[in-house]
């Protein structure tokens, strides 16, 4: 008899088991959820998604529902990866960085110049571009938002820098305000593919690059010559410098 009643005990406690896990929300959908030593996979995935709903929709414009849907997983699952909507922006912002190029041997000039050649590539291939993902983000977020309002402004300021680091070995009187001015044409390139016209050329970044940059050079030769009457034909050697760094940079395979 006591057997009996362990049975019906047991076979009670294992019907009540089943109906709570039946009452769980299911994960289903286009990434199913791995189990939890595969923590990593589950984060990537979240990851992947939240780049591509942010970048082509808007990260205000997305919100939890739209991301957990799109996954097909439970909210409890999303936030025991992040624990705010605030720490999958700044993720976001995190994954969409990419470091500019380390110290060179190469002359400062080439190394900017070929940063706006990579520049130039970079945003044509692109095939769904919705502009700069740190413009777009402080366009977007409010005082609400301020730490990743700041990161967004850190990750641009530190092409501005990089810039500024570059010119300073150029002699130049002002490689600050020059290096905001690069930065400013980057700001350009970012908004230009959406709003470029059929035929219209996309090297005008770099033209105008070419020109910010010709100045210092003028400069620097101006003062390594005392006689004015060279003055002319340094300017000239400047100019062929700079739009032969230009003409490299430009040729397919550089």
Not at 52 to 58: E, P
Not at 136 to 156: C, M, P, Q, T, V
Not at 165 to 189: F, H, I, N, W
Request: proline share 6%; aromatic share 6%.
């Amino acid at each position: 008899m006591q057997n009996t009643e362990k049975r019906l005990i047991a076979r009670r406690l294992s019907i009540k088991l089943a109906l709570i896990a039946l009452q769980q929300p299911k994960e289903t959908g286009p990434y199913p959820m791995a189990p939890k030593q595969d923590e990593e996979i589950t984060r990537a995935k979240i990851l992947e998604t939240i780049d591509r709903l942010f970048y082509r929709q808007g990260i205000r414009a997305v919100g939890v529902d739209t991301i957990v849907a799109e996954l097909g997983i439970s909210k409890k699952t999303l936030y025991r990866n992040f624990r705010s909507k605030s720490e999958m922006i700044e993720a976001y912002l995190r994954g969409r960085f990419r470091p500019l190029p380390e110290d060179s041997d190469k002359p400062p000039a080439e190394q900017i110049l070929s940063n706006f050649a990579w520049l130039e590539r970079s945003l044509t291939s692109k095939k769904e571009y919705r502009g700069c993902a740190y413009l777009n983000a402080l366009a977007e977020l409010g005082d609400d938002e301020r730490e990743s309002r700041d990161l967004a402004a850190h990750f641009k300021e530190s092409r501005r820098l990089w810039f500024r680091d570059l010119l300073s070995k150029l002699d130049v009187d002002d490689p600050d305000t020059l290096a905001t001015q690069l930065s400013l044409l980057v700001d350009g390139a970012y908004s230009g593919p959406a709003s470029k016209v059929e035929g219209e050329p996309h090297c005008v970044e770099m033209e105008y690059c070419c020109s910010l940059l010709r100045s210092p050079l003028h400069l620097r030769c101006e003062r390594e010559k005392a006689e004015p009457a060279d003055h002319d034909r340094e300017r000239q050697q400047c100019n062929q410098e700079v739009e032969a760094i230009a003409e490299h940079t430009l040729t397919p395979g550089n």
